[in-house]
């Protein structure tokens, strides 16, 4: 049996998930179910990254310890998984007593195998917390007179002369080139391949592998002969997760690590391909260990091209809330994050960038799943309901003459194809491809739909009546089982359905070529619900209020509150105080003024002078705003007018509403006029 062993990067702590840790573990997750399904033994890890400077600095600003931290915020992931249908996965935290015991036997196999490879020495440079990485000057973009890391935005902190230990990662550029070349296969896409050996060819510095000036990590297990205490660099500890998993006891190695290592492939962001290509191979080189079989690195997902992010309140979209968004009803949430799923899936090919929009998301849901899926569904099992008393589904030979114009011929010939062309698809972990293909299929199932048009055909007399519906009948079964990978619960309803209560298993495809045919040949089809209605501008206005309105709520449940600055009056807007003399330019700029334009506006219950709006403000969705207007504007007044925003008030509730920033009025009690300008102006323009 081939086995399959798919990972995540496990994520960090400092914070609850978003959309761009679910894409991934939802990338994984439907690419485990397809080999699940095709019968291969599959092993899928997630979980958590809990040491490091960066989760000991965020317990810090919480006024926790590291561990309570880490306890509070790792199983929101595990949860997060769960809620979102995420299936047979294993769940690593770095705290476990078991994978602290791996790392140490990592280090103590490099030890023993390349004695050499690891020697103390002082460094000094600079560091940046958000990536836990070290960095030369010339890979650092200049913020003022500061040094600043180009992902983060964020300066760097310059690590003065501490002692550490040393990895000699200069030693393996040449080796990791030749691994590379010898498997073309260790790296993907090829995009990312030619980066990284452009990287090697530039030659390697050794690498700091222990930080003293903290001590929330794995301990190094042998002693600094000055006595300093040293803890493993996270990334060392960290990329060790996906071995420790599979390890028995407390050394590397066991039943589990010879049968799936071999198989493990890592899918991970593009932000951490230096730590999964180099590092990570060149410490398995050293401890003389075997490789993964490859390393898969996609894109990611932006927000009007900002990359969804912790730091980016605004950008980090719920993946929970959008799914209930979509779903329309908490006991449809399955059915969301199918939706979810398909567009995440099927919009970017993995490996390539994705901006997230509304537009892109309702266009795929309307048009792929509520017209293409959904109408198939629907068309097919309301006339086999119909028809199915008189002419049974029945499959008959001699419609199966393999001529160019014979529809039921080419269905048969186009299922083959695209079961074949689909699995194909999700082995090279391109599953936009597989859905492209089936989808593809989709289309002509409806297209054979009215070329026979079977509700013409008399139901008594016309025998190809029965080998109609069986055609239809068997496409649901086949595209059932092709869309389960990644729409389970979609697979579930058309299974129930079409009757088919077999274990979901990948189609065979077998010589005869003819995919259809393994369909059993008893099934009992009732007529479905709807699955996917079409979301309309009322639905998809809410929609964004939702999904809007939690983006930048979403914070980690530990985080302090700051200490309130004076008495809160409740629901009362806050009134800015008026400034007692001169401001300086310096104070005016730190107000973040934009354009806004109104999408939605309605009244809020019991509270006679408020207004709910959610404002465009350039973001990846409206910022919820309470305004106290209502005595001077009706909801249908403002839609579609642009205003000025104060963008970076802190949130604050109002009228039990999350409020994310004000907009400019004129006036106190009585609302004399909203502010504007005098010509269009795009959305998040910055106002001076
Ligand atoms: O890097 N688009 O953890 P992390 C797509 N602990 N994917 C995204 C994304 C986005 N906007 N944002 C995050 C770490 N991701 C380390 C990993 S592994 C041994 C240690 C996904 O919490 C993507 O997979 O910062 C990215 O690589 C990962 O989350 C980073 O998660």
Sequence with gaps: MSTFYVTTPIYYVNDVPHLGHAYTTLVCDALARFHRMRGDDTRFLTGTDEHGQKVEEAATKRGLTPMQLVDQVAPRFDEMW????????????????????????????????????????????????????????????????????????????????ERSWFFRLSKYAEPLLAHIEAHPEFIRPESYRNEIVSFLKGGLKDLSVSRTSFSWGVPVPEPDP???????????????????????????????????????????????????????????????????????????????????????????????????????????????????????????????????????????????????????????????????????????????????????????????????????????????????????????????????????????????????LWCLQSSLWLIARLIDPVLPATSRALREWIGDTAPVTWPEVSGEGRVLAAAPDDLVARPPSPLFPRLDEPMQNAIVVKVAGDAAATTAPTEAKPPPRSKPVKDKPVEAPVASGPITFDDFMKVELRVGRVVTAIAVPKMKKLLHLTVDLGEAAPRSIVAGIALAYNPDQIVGKQVLVVANLAPRKVGGIESQGMILAAGDESILGLSSLDRDAPPGTRVR
Excluded at 82 to 88: A, H, P, S, Y
Excluded at 117 to 146: M, R
């Design 226 to 468: 000055k006595g300093d205490v040293h803890v493993t660099y996270v990334w060392m500890d960290a990329l060790t997760n996906y071995l420790s998993d599979l390890c028995e006891g407390s050394a590397i190695g066991g039943p589990d690590v010879d049968k799936y290592w071999k198989s493990a492939v890592h899918v991970i962001g593009k932000d951490i391909l230096r730590f999964h290509t180099v590092y990570w191979p060149a410490f398995l080189m050293s401890a003389g260990l075997p490789l993964p079989k490859g390393i898969f690195a996609h894109g990611w997902w932006t927000v009007r091209g900002e990359k969804i992010s912790k730091s980016l309140p605004a950008t980090r979209i719920d993946p929970l809330t959008l799914a209930d968004a979509l779903a329309g009803s908490p006991e449809k949430r399955p059915i969301g994050i199918d939706a979810m799923r398909y567009y995440l899936l099927r919009e970017v090919p993995l490996g390539n960038d994705g901006d997230f929009t509304f537009e892109s998301l309702f266009g795929r849901f309307n048009a792929d799943l509520a017209n293409d899926l959904g109408n198939l569904i629907n068309r097919s099992l309301t006339m086999i309901a119909k028809f199915a008393p008189a002419s049974p589904p029945k499959r008959d030979d001699q419609y199966l003459a393999a001529q160019s114009e014979n529809p039921y011929f080419q269905i048969e010939l186009a299922a083959h194809e695209t079961c074949k062309l689909a699995a194909i698809q999700f082995e090279a972990f391109a599953p936009s491809k597989a859905l492209e293909v089936i989808w593809r299929f989709v289309g002509m199932a409806n297209r054979f739909i009215d070329q026979t048009q079977p509700w013409a055909m008399d139901r008594a007399k016309d025998p190809a009546l029965a080998h109609c």
């Design 82 to 161: 769960k809620l979102l249908g995420i299936t047979d996965y294993r769940f690593i935290r770095t705290t476990s007593e078991h994978h602290k015991a791996i790392v140490a036997s990592l280090w103590k196999t490099i030890r023993a195998t390349n004695p050499d490879d690891l020697y103390l020495e002082t460094y000094q440079g600079w560091y940046c917390v958000g990536c836990e990485a070290f960095y030369k000057e010339s890979e650092l973009v200049k913020d003022g007179d500061a040094f600043a890391c180009a992902t983060h935005k964020k300066p760097v902190s310059w690590l003065d002369k």
